[in-house]
């Protein structure tokens, strides 16, 4: 009944710039935390980017200062800006995020099919 789409990843060169989109649909009273993972080849999936409902932001050591994370709660929506994006960059990015049901007011986590970004040296 909730499905989290997103979309935005791409082909760019190093130092350039990217922006990825988580967008939530379905039976969705509010969402919570929202947090942004990639998967690099060969590599376990990482945290890099957190946002609370409130906009507060965290992020993993190797994009800080690099990537932010915003959204929009009226559409249900993450956004991670890359920028000055490193071969090392490249991996397939996932949203997660948690979901309060419009009926029941629980609580479940939910991931989404995830975006590929590569970066060029």
């Known amino acids: 009944q909730v499905q989290l789409v997103e979309s935005g990843g791409g082909l760019v060169q190093a130092g350039g710039s990217l922006g990825l989109s988580c967008a939530a649909s379905g039976s969705i009273f509010s969402i919570n935390a929202m947090d942004w993972y990639r998967q690099a080849p060969g590599k376990q999936r990482e945290l890099i980017a957190g946002?609370?409902?409130?906009?507060?932001?965290n992020y993993a050591d190797s994009v800080k200062g690099r990537f932010t994370f915003s959204r929009d709660n009226a559409k249900n929506t993450g956004y991670l800006q890359m920028n000055t994006l490193k071969p090392e960059d490249t991996a397939v990015y996932y949203c997660?995020?948690?979901?309060?049901?419009?009926?029941?007011?629980?609580?479940?986590?939910?991931w989404g099919q995830g975006t590929q970004v590569t970066v060029s040296s």
């Open positions: 946002i609370t409902s409130g906009g507060g932001t």
């Open positions: 997660n995020a948690a979901v309060v049901a419009l009926a029941s007011r629980s609580v479940r986590y939910y």
